[in-house]
């Protein structure tokens, strides 16, 4: 392997990723504007697919909003997930601006917070009435002994777990304290349709490495700290998520459909008519990302970043987050893994070897297993 590169392979693609340092200072609020926007991604075969997704706006220093490999995102119509890096010790503010045909919201999976008016945790938003349920048949109850069956009436479905920004509107949600560590940003509305469609990305809570930009090649002052006791000189989020493209073309017509019904029973009728929702049940990606970028096995070097070598502890921290519906296994080439923290929490080895004073030796493996939501630290 080269020294140069990091090689990591979720399945069978490899893929290099750059390193950029981020120096941050302390402060005890920031605040992010995003803005949701229906947008659209080019896929290797030349597929362009309908998208919704959060594009950065106003960010006070020192917090940082930027695409996922930490250059400026590219804006318009063009998706990317958004990364968001704040200093640890801070809060942190973002106001949602809502440029969809839909309601929507944001939630930080493992973070506490609340907005404006938000209905809290717990407590989720629900549908107006419960939805009312076709007879089935053998057909589709292959248990039912009579010829049909009628399913019992449901409660009203969850809807979000967070105050809702309207169509054309606004909300903003404050996080105090935020805790450290790496945290999933996904929409809290309708999460199995609005999700793949886009709207994610990542939280990082960290002291970053601090870099001396008048030597050549620049250098490491102070090392980061991800967790206390756990130092790395360069960190890689890495955001994996899948797409399937019928699934979000026909929700993006359906948001565009005058008498569109976003909590009504899908039905080949309204499916046709694009007046209600997919049915995510049928929901089957065929193309997978990192950070946003498809991977293209004809052309893999579209998806390798030149990584700058660490020059301290030679520790390098990735950030592995799982935005998708799906599970992914994610292993680098050549290289174990130390874990460090899973959703934000430390691994028990590492405070007790600390109050021992002992120096932590992390659980190493070749792989993680990353559940839909989940995310592990990790040092290579």
Request: proline share 9%.
């Amino acid at each position: 392997m080269r020294s140069n590169y990091l090689k990591a392979r979720p399945k069978t693609a490899i893929l290099g990723i750059a390193i950029l340092f981020l120096a941050a200072g302390l402060s005890s609020a920031q605040s992010v504007q995003l803005t949701a926007l229906r947008q659209n991604t080019v896929l290797p075969d030349g597929n362009a697919v309908p998208m919704w997704g959060w594009q950065c706006g106003a960010v006070s220093p020192p917090a940082t909003c930027t695409a996922m490999n930490r250059s400026v995102q590219a804006g318009g119509t063009s998706w990317q997930p958004p990364l968001i890096t704040v200093p640890t010790g801070s809060s942190l503010t973002i106001t949602l601006n809502n440029g969809l045909p839909v309601e929507t919201s944001l939630v930080i999976v493992g973070q506490l917070g609340a907005g404006s008016s938000t209905t809290g945790v717990g407590n989720p938003t629900r549908e107006s009435s419960p939805r009312a349920h076709q007879a089935q048949t053998e057909t589709t109850w292959t248990t039912n002994v009579p010829a049909s069956f009628t399913p019992p009436a449901q409660g009203r479905r969850a809807r979000s777990f967070a105050q809702e920004a309207a169509a054309g509107g606004s909300q903003t949600y404050t996080w105090s304290p935020l805790k450290t560590g790496t945290y999933l940003i996904e929409t809290g509305t309708y999460p199995s349709i609005q999700g793949p469609m886009g709207l994610y990305g990542v939280l990082v809570v960290t002291t970053a490495p601090v870099v001396a930009t008048t030597t050549t090649p620049p250098t490491i002052t102070t090392t980061g700290t991800a967790y206390f006791g756990v130092s790395y000189d360069a960190d890689v989020p890495l955001l994996l998520s899948e797409l399937d493209p019928r699934q979000n073309a026909a929700a993006d017509a359906a948001a565009q459909t005058g008498g569109f019904n976003e909590s009504m029973t899908w039905t080949p009728a309204c499916g046709m008519a694009h007046t209600c929702y997919p049915p995510a049940v049928d929901y089957a990606p065929l193309y997978y990302f990192i950070n946003g970028q498809a991977y293209d096995e004809t052309a893999p070097l579209k998806s390798a970043f030149p990584v700058t070598n660490p020059s301290s502890t030679g520790k390098v921290l990735l950030r592995l987050v799982n935005a998708g519906l799906r599970m992914h296994v994610p292993s680098v080439a050549g290289l174990s893994l130390s874990l460090v923290a899973e959703d934000g929490n430390v691994v028990p080895e590492i405070p007790v070897a600390l109050a021992a004073g002992k120096t932590p030796q992390p659980h190493v493996q070749s792989e993680v297993f990353l559940a839909a939501g989940k995310v592990y630290d990790v040092l290579v």
